[in-house]
């Protein structure tokens, strides 16, 4: 089927190409009368607009780029899935770029979008470098940062409270009278890893209790495999603890999955916690109690500072969100055994 072209619709309204190009992108300075024809001709004809010809002229395409560290990871997928709600609302399409957590591939993809003349690039970065943000904001790209931000980068950014949520977890535990904690933490150059291991530390500190540096284990990655390795670790230690807060689900959900082929009860033996609060978490068995962070909201909000900015409806200064979190008490902690 022959792509009908703009030569004909004006050729069948009897005005300029000029004159539909400024009816196609809804210019005021149009007489009525002309518009209706042009219209009516559009319609008449089956029109299509090329809207990729038509962005490329404006150096600017209706497509955002959406970079994230694991796609795999459902952590990342339920604000993917918020991001392009929002987006899809507002006529805009979203290219998902995967950086595997890799500086090299995050700086590539920073590149990649910004020469495919996508609008804006929401991201959350590798938490090494500030390199890829740097190139984009030298070339003028609307940036939005979700849920890792980096040290003095000024961009809007969005996130949850990691602090209070991992301060939530461990008052939890520490009212089930727990007291030997294996923390599972993700790699520690990453902001949010940071401020639940400073929550962590202060609440247990302000009941008085400390915290064994042989008890927390960095794992390389976030799936079920490296939360199994850890807790495999954790209870090589002289002193096994009673309670891990794994700082994601996948994480704990692999935790859990060492004690059941170990024959540990949870959690009768362990009480184990996660954080983020993803669907499976309430099907595992035993349902994992976890810190709820509102993820799809935490998209969306990310998604509307990005088009805000990129619109030209953000103020000068970065804005920056923090989105609260809550615990969910589910069945995979209890109280701890008394000796």
């Known amino acids: ?10 050729q069948h309204a009897r005005v300029s ?35 990729v010809a038509r962005s490329l002229r404006r ?13 795999r990871n459902p952590f990342f997928a339920e604000i993917a899935s918020g991001i392009e709600e929002y987006c899809y609302g507002a ?13 090299a591939k995050e700086i590539e993809y920073c590149q990649s979008l910004y020469q495919q003349r996508v609008a804006g690039v929401a991201m959350s970065i590798t938490g090494t470098t500030a390199e890829g943000i740097h190139y984009l904001q030298t070339k003028g790209m609307p940036i939005v940062l979700f849920d890792r931000g980096y040290p003095k980068v000024e ?11 991992a301060c939530s977890a461990m008052e939890y535990l520490i009212g089930l009278g727990h007291r030997a904690f294996g923390l599972v933490i993700g790699r520690r150059r990453h902001p949010p890893v940071q401020d639940r291991l400073r929550g962590c530390i202060d609440t247990l500190h302000k009941y008085g209790c400390e915290l064994d540096p ?43 999955r060492y004690a059941q082929a170990h024959g540990i009860g949870v959690p009768a033996d362990l009480s184990v916690v996660g954080v983020d609060n993803i669907p499976l978490s309430s099907y595992v068995s035993p349902p994992l109690t976890t810190v709820a962070q509102p993820l799809a909201e935490l998209g969306r909000t990310a998604a509307r500072l990005l088009l805000d900015r990129i619109q ?8 920056h969100y923090l989105l609260p979190t809550e615990l969910i008490v589910r069945e995979s902690a209890g109280r701890a055994k008394t000796t």
């Not at 150096?59 to 796609?71: A, E």
């Open 1 to 10: 089927m022959t792509m009908v072209t703009i030569k004909q619709v004006a």
């Open 17 to 51: 190409r000029a004159t539909v190009s400024r009816v196609l992108n809804n210019h005021p300075n149009v007489d009525p009368e002309l518009r209706a024809r042009v219209l009516a001709s559009i319609e008449a004809l089956n029109y299509q607009p090329n809207a």
């Open 59 to 71: 150096q600017q395409t209706r497509t955002i780029g959406l970079i994230v560290p694991d796609n």
């Open 91 to 103: 006529n805009y399409s979203v290219y998902l770029c995967n950086s595997a957590d890799d500086d």
């Open 155 to 165: 961009a809007d950014s969005v996130q949850c409270d990691h602090y209070l949520g």
């Open 214 to 256: 042989a008890l927390i284990y960095e794992t390389p990655g976030y799936e079920y495999e490296a939360g199994y390795i850890a807790a495999s670790h954790l209870f090589q230690q002289r002193q096994r603890p009673t309670a891990i807060f794994a700082f994601n689900d996948t994480l704990a959900i692999g935790v859990l």
């Open 312 to 319: 030209g409806q953000a103020a000068d200064e970065s804005v």
